[in-house]
């Protein structure tokens, strides 16, 4: 049985009518998938990363401490991560006079005249004097005893010895190094100059 033209002309408009609403309703559906302002959840996933990110830099960005160091400047101590900090030295009026990287171990020099040690737990300590120089053994302000040695040019390593054992060594090549021995702490420039003090 074949329907006439005017029984036709009704479900030709309902067909009109709700294909009309879907075209209407899907940009909608779509707006409301993607988030706020239209923006598709891949990007939102991606604003959300880079606030995070740059979070993390601010925090980054300002000291965890800052402490007056002997001979009047500023340590300023960022935390760069688990045992991994770094120290600026910044004089009176905002120069830079150096810095500290320790990581997973204590570093230390001499910044301005005086010596400065970084722990990898973010504590730093400063002072001036002290100074032995070269090879040979020197005693240590805890009774133990430095035992320097003289490897090459630039290059020298010093044992702290402690009723004949070797508590700990230093290995300055070419660049200071530094510990904290029990709340003793010793720098060893690559000349052989080292001081010891503690706290």
Same mark, same amino acid.
């Given at each position: 049985?074949?329907?006439?033209?005017?029984?036709?002309?009704?479900? !030709?408009?309902?067909?009109?009518?709700?294909?009309?609403?879907?075209?209407?309703?899907?940009?909608?559906?779509?707006?409301?998938?993607?988030?706020?302002?239209?923006?598709?959840?891949?990007?939102?996933?991606?604003?959300?990363?880079?606030?995070?990110?740059?979070?993390?830099?601010?925090?980054?960005?300002?000291?965890?401490?800052?402490?007056?160091?002997?001979?009047?400047?500023?340590?300023?101590?960022?935390?760069?991560?688990?045992?991994?900090?770094?120290?600026? =030295?910044?004089?009176?009026?905002?120069?830079?006079?150096?810095?500290?990287?320790?990581?997973?171990?204590?570093?230390?020099?001499?910044? =301005?005249?005086?010596?400065?040690?970084?722990?990898?737990?973010?504590?730093?300590?400063?002072?001036?004097?002290?100074?032995?120089?070269?090879?040979?053994?020197?005693?240590?302000?805890?009774?133990?005893?430095?035992?320097?040695?003289?490897?090459?040019?630039?290059?020298?390593?010093?044992? !702290?010895?402690?009723?004949?054992?070797?508590?700990?060594?230093?290995?300055?090549?070419?660049?200071?190094?530094?510990?904290?021995?029990?709340?003793?702490?010793?720098?060893? =420039?690559?000349?052989?100059?080292?001081?010891?003090?503690?706290?």
């Amino acid at each position: 049985m074949f329907s006439s033209p005017s029984q036709r002309r009704p479900v !030709i408009r309902a067909l009109t009518t709700v294909a009309l609403a879907a075209a209407l309703l899907a940009p909608a559906a779509t707006a409301i998938a993607a988030g706020p302002a239209g923006t598709s959840p891949a990007l939102s996933a991606r604003s959300t990363s880079s606030a995070t990110e740059a979070v993390a830099r601010a925090k980054a960005a300002a000291p965890v401490r800052t402490l007056k160091l002997v001979d009047g400047s500023t340590a300023r101590i960022y935390r760069l991560g688990a045992h991994h900090y770094r120290m600026d =030295n910044v004089s009176r009026d905002g120069h830079l006079l150096g810095t500290l990287v320790a990581k997973n171990a204590d570093a230390g020099g001499r910044h =301005n005249g005086m010596f400065v040690v970084l722990t990898a737990d973010g504590d730093a300590v400063s002072w001036t004097g002290r100074e032995q120089y070269g090879a040979g053994s020197f005693p240590l302000p805890d009774g133990s005893t430095a035992k320097v040695t003289e490897v090459a040019a630039d290059r020298y390593t010093l044992k !702290i010895i402690h009723q004949g054992r070797v508590m700990a060594t230093l290995v300055a090549d070419h660049r200071d190094a530094a510990v904290n021995a029990n709340g003793m702490y010793v720098v060893l =420039n690559p000349d052989g100059t080292h001081s010891a003090w503690i706290s």
